[in-house]
Antibody
């Protein structure tokens, strides 16, 4: 069965960096793109962008350019989210999600369990 | 890009029908999907392509779309349906994903 397993919770200090992993199994990794979604405490879902797992090309939502980096290691079917220069506002749960795309249809059919990032001094 | 608008909360009595709407400019030319998020859980798609149910989703969940408004209808609502519900659309031109702000469904 399809699974996306994310790395565990992290506590970081402001100004540090973090790298969250999302390991896929149960399907051919390079046939579905991976999207990243942020959910701040008590807030809604916020789309961060996606990475094309066949080409490695990332695309970032408008509010997630600069400090955010999507990457892959296809040899281990894993996507990564790196956030640099962390600030308290980055405290959130971060989800990876597999994307089903066909013509004009696009939705997230499988999600990781989420990674809680806490940024605090 | 633009956002999608949902009411923050909806309340329904058990056994009744819950209706959650999602509206946005130019939504009429996009497919809409709906996610259910239980407390402390990852979102789960309950409707995709406006009105299709993934396997395992009860037939009580029904999606519809007319013009710039999409609707998630939950018939014979049960207490287990209490959750946050998010609509989502995809702009095929910009390839941006759009989320609604979420609706908290209370069943009491």
């Amino acid at each position: 069965q399809v699974q996306l397993v994310q790395s565990g919770s992290q506590l970081k200090k402001p100004g540090a960096s973090v790298k969250v992993s999302c390991k896929a199994s149960g399907y051919t990794f390079t046939t579905f793109s991976i999207n990243w979604v942020r959910q701040a405490p008590g807030q809604g879902l916020e789309w961060m962008g996606w990475i094309d797992t066949s080409s490695g090309k990332p695309s970032y939502a408008q509010d997630f350019t600069g400090r955010f980096v999507f990457s892959l290691d296809t040899s281990v079917s894993t996507a990564y989210l790196q956030i640099n220069y962390l600030a308290s506002e980055d405290t959130a749960v971060y989800y990876c999600a597999r994307t089903y795309n066909w013509r004009y249809v696009s939705y997230f059919d499988h999600w990781g369990q989420g990674t809680l990032l806490t940024v605090s001094s | 890009s633009y956002g999608l608008t949902q009411a923050p909360s909806v309340s329904v009595s058990p056994g009744q029908t819950a209706t959650i709407t999602c509206s946005g400019e130019n939504l009429d030319d996009k497919y809409v999907c709906w996610y259910q998020q239980q407390p402390g859980q990852s979102p789960l798609v309950v409707i995709y392509q406006d009105n299709r149910r993934p396997s395992g989703i009860p037939e009580r969940f029904f999606g519809s779309h007319s013009g710039n408004t999409a609707t998630l209808t939950i018939r014979e609502t049960q207490t287990i349906d209490e959750a946050d519900y998010y609509c989502q659309a995809w702009d095929s031109g910009t390839r941006d994903v759009l989320f609604g702000g979420g609706t908290k469904l209370t069943v009491l």
